[in-house]
């Protein structure tokens, strides 16, 4: 029975996501907390800056040690946080339908895990789902809005080519440029994906990249003759898994991932690898804290 990215969606799961949050944060001037810091004027307990007294004026953020010195009566102006928003991009793409449970499946857990830590420190949350087909984005506030993307998720068969690098680009395009953008894929569309990954970060986006892989694909076992078809394009090509053959796919499969490492590293995008087969469990949550996402 194929597996649905809600499956493991119970009770005990979204408990679990209590006790952790997004790892970044910023102050701004709403006063609302939030997950990602930038310095404007606003309430909370961080000072920023100060301005001369009013007429009406709360008395209780009246610099005292300024008006000793000074004689000057000056308001002490403090940091708030603004809620800042999480945004999902997954691939939909044929090639994610692979493994078991498959890729698509398993990135789109990981998603909806970091969506309802974001949904429960009041931190919207936004996904977008990289397609030939497109499909309407899916806006998240509530604290109990994660059913909602895991509804669409779990009707969604992947398919067709990726289009990873466009959703990305409409991505900079709607905006807000000051948000969390969390890229799920299984990174083989690279001439496309990097443009536009380079874009998002040059504009201010913080970039964290997950790619997912199948253990079929960094530890193949097989021997034998094999027709292969590529999964988006329908390409056919007759292979020898021969022991040679198996020993130059294994360094091609260590420079795409140093490929990958190297191309973050150097556009100052957070990079992880994780496997399809990784389970939801605490393993999954030191990954992800170890990649900079949560805390």
Not at 26 to 52: F, I, M, N, P, W
Not at 160 to 176: F, N
Not at 219 to 229: A, H, K, L, M, Y
Not at 245 to 254: A, F, G, N, S, W
Request: glycine share 8%.
């Amino acid at each position: 029975m194929t597996e649905k990215v809600s499956d493991v969606f119970d009770g005990k799961l979204l408990e679990s996501l209590t006790r952790f949050e997004l790892a970044v944060r910023t102050l701004t001037s709403s006063g609302v907390r939030g997950e990602k810091r930038s310095r404007r004027k606003g309430s909370s307990a961080e000072y920023a800056d100060h301005r001369q007294y009013t007429h009406g004026d709360d008395l209780r953020r009246l610099d005292w040690h300024a008006l000793a010195r000074l004689d000057t009566m000056l308001i002490r102006l403090y940091a708030a946080e603004e809620t800042l928003p999480l945004e999902i991009i997954i691939d939909t793409s044929a090639s994610m339908d692979f493994g078991q449970p498959t890729k698509f499946v398993t990135g789109a857990r990981i998603g909806c895990c970091l969506t309802q830590i974001a949904l429960l420190h009041s931190t919207p949350a936004l996904w977008r789902f990289a397609n030939e087909r497109p499909l309407e984005p899916v806006r998240l506030s509530g604290r109990n809005d994660v059913g909602r993307v895991l509804r669409v998720l779990d009707e969604i068969v992947p398919d067709g080519k990726s289009t990873l690098g466009e959703a990305l680009r409409r991505s900079a395009l709607a905006g807000p440029r000051k948000k969390s953008l969390v890229v799920i894929t299984d990174g083989y569309d690279r001439d496309d994906l990097r443009p536009a990954l380079r874009a998002c970060r040059a504009s201010g986006t913080e970039v964290y990249l997950i790619i997912v892989l199948a253990p079929e694909e960094t530890d193949p076992t097989v021997r034998g003759e094999f027709t292969f078809i590529d999964a988006e394009t329908g390409v056919e090509a007759a292979l020898s898994l021969d022991r040679p053959t198996l020993k130059r796919y294994m360094e091609m499969l260590e420079g795409f991932r140093a490929d990958w490492s190297e191309f973050c590293r150097g556009s100052g995008i957070a990079f992880m690898e994780l496997g399809s087969e990784q389970e939801i469990d605490a393993e999954l949550f030191r990954t992800l804290a170890t990649g900079g996402l949560i805390n």
